[in-house]
């Protein structure tokens, strides 16, 4: 996606060659009318898919997942959360997930009224990397009985795998920004719409 | 708001006489099409305040202050983190924000760049109890050097006192759904527009 990825060239930072920082509109300040126009994106390649559900994970997924489904034709939105608060005292699907950001290990979850076998969940998340956050994802969805018919991300780094990990479990996938590689601050993008 | 009533008093779950559980269509899983019709109420009520940034906290605010920046024109929203990612190197503006349901007290941060002395700030959150939240997100806001033009909950607990914590340092204060007690499994409104 193009609009996309003329945004990230303009406002993105690398740090290093595994991170582009993207927190002036997508992870912290919020571009609204850009995340509109990426749920509507992620809207038109999945609307065959007939999702009736979308899921991602608390925080910044939550933006870009309600966008698409907003799309979708106001799909329900459920968030997995990376902590238990003392309100959530039922039973819940987990998965474990580490951060390679954060450097931490959290346990995601998503209670067991909120997803089940006659779901078919559309998976939506900022970014795409090694595929941590996607692979927990997908496991809650399976645990629940439920199918998963897509994951879609925002950006991906492509270099780091998670596509090809979330392929190899029969999901597929699709990228609105597929960054091939960062470095000396040069970021490249596997630009199929160029 | 009477839809917004209606539905806590359909499918909000009481525990105890503090807190109402609305996990099935506010806080966990979002109910898009309601969460958007929120968005638009704040709108409503306080576009004559020209606010040019919404300001939330992860995670629960997300969804409602990006469908109220949406209905605002696409104002860019602006969500406090929890915990400082290993992204965020740059220096922010903090405050310590005890959360009662978590019984935990997080540092909340905006990074410099994302408020500042010509932002008027409409603040916008998911719950309005004790105002912890919302004194944190107003001391952010002053120490930015920004206004404060206005304060938006979906759902607030008057018998917690955040309102009027809030009221005190001269802000104005817009719930949309005015809980006054939570008894025996029944919750009582202060219903404005019944």
Redesign the interface.
Known sequence: MKLLEERIQKDGTC?GTE?V?V??FLN??????L??ALGEEFARLFKDEQPNKVLTL???G??IA??A??ALG??????A?K?A?????EDAYTADVM?F???TVSTIR??H??LGPSDRVLIIDDFLAHGEAGLGLLKLVEDAGAKCVGFGAAIEKEHQGGHKRLEEKGIRVESLAVITSIKDGVISFNSKDL
Chains 1, 2 share one sequence.
């Open positions: 740090i991170i920082k927190d002036s912290h300040q919020l571009d609204t009318a995340i509109r608390e925080a910044s939550i933006p309600f966008a489904a907003q106001d799909l329900p939105l459920v968030f959360k902590a608060p003392s309100t959530m005292t951060s950001t954060k450097g998503v209670a009224q909120y």
